[in-house]
T-cell receptor, first 113, second 114 residues
Framework: DSGVTQTPKHLITATGQRVTLRCSPRSGDLSVYWYQQSLDQGLQFLIQYYNGEERAKGNILERFSAQQFPDLHSELNLSSLELGDSALYFC????????????FGPGTRLTVT | AQTVTQSQPEMSVQEAETVTLSCTYDTSESDYYLFWYKQPPSRQMILVIRQEAYKQQNATENRFSVNFQKAAKSFSLKISDSQLGDAAMYFCAFAGGSNYKLTFGKGTLLTVNP
């Protein structure tokens, strides 16, 4: 158990819908990273937050957004969902925004039908 | 931009034997870190080992060790005394630059034969 929690574990929804994925980092960790794992794109970095502020953006679509709250949990919002958004979404946390080890949550498997 | 290449899509090893997984990377950064992550069928991403680029000594964690060749930009993972529980997808990852996001290779699927 990495100490990072993600909910829900599985999510099935229809095209055009909006979903929210939630992540709670390890106790004491200030930085949260979101990654997407799909068959065709592999593991890709989406976005990073550090102590409530956006630190970096990767290949994140405009339909996707995220935030980190004062209690340091983070949410990833996916809207106008398309079939191609079906993937495993991971949250990872680390103590700082630097290369302390990133510890991954169990992931949320999103299926868009 | 950083790139990470894992040239072996699949590898197999006999139980108790040793196997080496290859990884090369490309970067212009001088300060960076390299990692190996394991993803078993449960899909959980598990950190196996980490190497700081400024350290010449190769990292080791029990049966797992790396061969870090900075000039060649090579970072291989050696698994000794392979166990059935080592069967998984292994990802090499790079972290550096301004935000230390992880850039992953495409992975190597390791099968351990009894």
């Amino acid at each position: 158990d990495s100490g990072v929690t993600q909910t829900p574990k599985h999510l099935i929804t229809a095209t055009g819908q909006r979903v929210t994925l939630r992540c709670s980092p390890r106790s004491g960790d200030l930085s949260v990273y979101w990654y997407q794992q799909s068959l065709d794109q592999g593991l890709q970095f989406l976005i990073q937050y550090y102590n409530g502020e956006e630190r970096a953006k990767g290949n994140i679509l405009e339909r996707f957004s995220a935030q980190q709250f004062p209690d340091l949990h983070s949410e990833l919002n996916l809207s106008s969902l398309e079939l191609g958004d079906s993937a495993l979404y991971f949250c990872a946390s680390s103590y700082s925004g630097r290369a302390n080890e990133q510890y991954f949550g169990p992931g949320t498997r999103l299926t868009v039908t | 931009a950083q790139t990470v290449t894992q040239s072996q899509p699949e590898m197999s090893v006999q139980e108790a034997e040793t196997v080496t997984l290859s990884c090369t990377y490309d970067t212009s950064e001088s300060d960076y870190y390299l990692f190996w992550y394991k993803q078993p069928p449960s899909r959980q991403m598990i950190l196996v080992i980490r190497q700081e680029a400024y350290k010449q000594q190769n990292a080791t964690e029990n049966r797992f060790s790396v061969n870090f060749q900075k000039a060649a930009k090579s970072f291989s993972l050696k698994i000794s005394d392979s166990q059935l529980g080592d069967a998984a997808m292994y990802f090499c990852a790079f972290a550096g630059g301004s935000n230390y996001k992880l850039t992953f290779g495409k992975g190597t699927l390791l099968t351990v034969n009894p």
